[in-house]
């Protein structure tokens, strides 16, 4: 043996070395090859999971904007419709407060040409009274004079006497 080299021992060497090499290779390439591809479709699996996740996010969001734009032009067109019936209500309610305010009107009239008429009446009762008692005196006064100034004085009295009333 030249240079002391065992070839027996090289190739004993080689041998353990490609029995190892075997040996990792099927204990531990495969499985970690394995590992990686079902890591690999773990990550492509997750991103078209997230992708279709985004999509429909999408899709809901334009959903839900066109839903907000409709829910908008509804709240306008309630708006509308509640403008329309507050005047409605508000014309009904003017219609109304002024029917009344003219039958209060006309009662007041009403009453107020009764207490007209009544004074008027009472008027006249009283000037028939003072007529009648004016000629009692003139045909009881001993003069015509002096039966036309009692007359006068007493309508200047009966004339003071009602604006005291009034």
Same mark, same amino acid.
Do not use: C
């Given at each position: ?37 079902? !890591? ?45 019936? =507050? ?5 009904? =309610?003017? !219609? ?10 006309? *009662?007041?009239? *009403? ?5 007209? &008429?009544?004074?008027?009446? &009472? ?5 028939? *009274? ?32 009602? &604006?005291?009333? &009034?």
């Amino acid at each position: 043996m030249p240079l002391n080299i065992d070839w027996q021992q090289i190739l004993l060497h080689l041998l353990n070395l490609l029995i190892l090499g075997v040996g990792l290779y099927l204990i531990l390439y495969k499985p970690v090859k394995k590992f990686m591809q079902k !890591r690999e479709e773990s990550y492509a699996e997750r991103e078209e999971k997230t992708g279709d996740a985004l999509r429909e996010a999408e899709q809901r969001k334009g959903e839900y904007e066109q839903k907000l734009a409709s829910a908008d032009e509804e709240i306008a067109e309630l708006k509308k419709q509640a403008s329309a019936e =507050t005047e409605t209500l508000r014309a009904a =309610t003017l !219609r109304d407060a002024q029917a009344e305010a003219e039958d209060i009107l006309a *009662d007041a009239r *009403d009453k107020a040409k009764r207490e007209h &008429d009544k004074m008027i009446a &009472d008027i006249g009762d009283d000037i028939r *009274d003072l007529v009648s008692d004016m000629a009692e005196k003139a045909v009881m006064s001993p003069g015509v004079n002096e039966a036309y100034e009692q007359f006068l004085n007493e309508a200047e009295k009966g004339e003071e006497e009602s &604006d005291g009333k &009034d």
